[in-house]
């Protein structure tokens, strides 16, 4: 049998990269669809259940895959024009991006931060490369996108139990897959939930087909569609709780005024409802507040225990490991882009 498609182990920047890239929906549609197949894939779906989800064939999501896996996020970029072989090798600039992202502490050296020059010779004196100058290094950690930046805290998880709570989302996404029998007592149906929002009441701004301006149109066309200005936002904003069921491939939504602990605890309510009660589920979400169990309210946990069903947290900074959050890239696209919502009569998402 052939070994198993998926892309290679990533860490929280790469996650959190991956994430802000389908979040942000800007920039290429290319890069825009080969996203969410790697960060599926990173957590833990086969390729087939990605090109359901993804509405494109199987050999084209191995094709991104293996692409990533060799060329890094360069290859979510699309290259449409040619140049000269590069300098170094793909080891050789792995190698290089990975010294360039490490202390020098860790290498033994008497200082704590990387220069061009500090940089250079030591993977020289390494035998990384036979040689390599300062401006070129310098377009080379550009090219891997590695730039000299101030670390914030939150670009790396913080949890003591980081391996144990990625451990475990990955177990039950194995289960949802498939891949592993659960034993008894574990999870038969999995929900990935997360909120979406807030969402302005109001027109949003979209694209659409429609006849071309200028020289040459129509003299007897209609004008085309225009969006309703506003300058006042009177009805407010909604919130959309949302859960994507692995088992089924299916998206469920209920949209709240806020996002506060009742109304999260509502809408487990309804997801306990379409199963069984002897039926387990877990329930995989991240640390907004009012997903948790304080030590002085409770409802949660107490809930999910009278109820048969886990809650299961990503780590702390690492909500890219929900599989819900792909789910989210086509939400705006084609059902908030380009739509009025009345002031009188909230449009229901």
Not at 66 to 72: L, R, V
Request: charged fraction near 30%; glycine fraction near 6%.
């Amino acid at each position: 049998m052939a070994e198993r498609v998926r892309v290679r182990e990533i860490d929280d920047d790469e996650g959190q990269r991956l994430l802000r890239i389908i979040r942000r929906g800007t920039g290429s549609v290319v890069t825009w669809r080969r996203a969410p197949m790697v960060l599926l894939s990173a957590q833990g779906m086969d390729v087939n259940k990605i090109a359901t989800v993804t509405f494109t064939s199987p050999d084209r999501v191995r094709d991104v895959l293996h692409n990533f896996n060799a060329d890094g996020f360069d290859s979510l970029y699309p290259k449409y024009r040619g140049g000269r072989p590069k300098t170094f090798t793909l080891p050789e600039r792995r190698e290089i991006k990975k010294i360039a992202k490490s202390k020098p502490a860790e290498h033994g050296l008497p200082f704590s931060t990387w220069s061009l020059a500090k940089l250079a010779d030591f993977l020289v004196a390494e035998g990384v490369v036979d040689d390599i100058s300062h401006e070129g290094l310098r377009i080379l950690l550009r090219e891997e996108g590695v730039s000299f930046q101030r670390v914030k805290t939150w670009k790396t998880s913080r949890d003591p139990d980081y391996a144990a709570k990625k451990a475990r989302v990955e177990h039950l996404y194995a289960i949802a897959d498939g891949e592993v029998i659960p034993e008894v007592g574990e999870p038969e149906v999995t929900f990935c939930l997360d909120e979406f929002g807030p969402l302005n009441l109001q027109p949003h701004p979209g694209r659409q087909w429609a006849e071309r301006g200028g020289r040459g149109k129509d003299p007897d066309r209609e004008p085309r569609p225009r969006r309703r200005a506003t300058y006042t936002r009177p009805p407010g904003v909604r919130h959309l709780f949302a859960a994507y069921d692995l088992g089924k491939d299916k998206l469920y939504g209920h949209v709240k005024k806020a996002k506060t602990r009742m109304k999260f605890l509502e809408f487990c309510r309804y997801l306990r409802t379409l199963y069984p009660t002897d039926v387990r589920i877990a329930i995989v979400c991240d640390n907004f507040s009012p997903h948790l169990a304080t030590k002085r309210c409770r409802r949660v946990a107490d809930w999910a225990e009278a109820n048969n069903v886990e809650i299961a947290y990503t780590p702390t900074n690492s909500s890219w490991l929900n599989r819900i959050e792909a789910q989210f890239t086509a939400l705006p696209y084609f059902a908030l882009d380009g739509t009025d919502t009345s002031p009188t009569r909230p449009r229901a998402a």
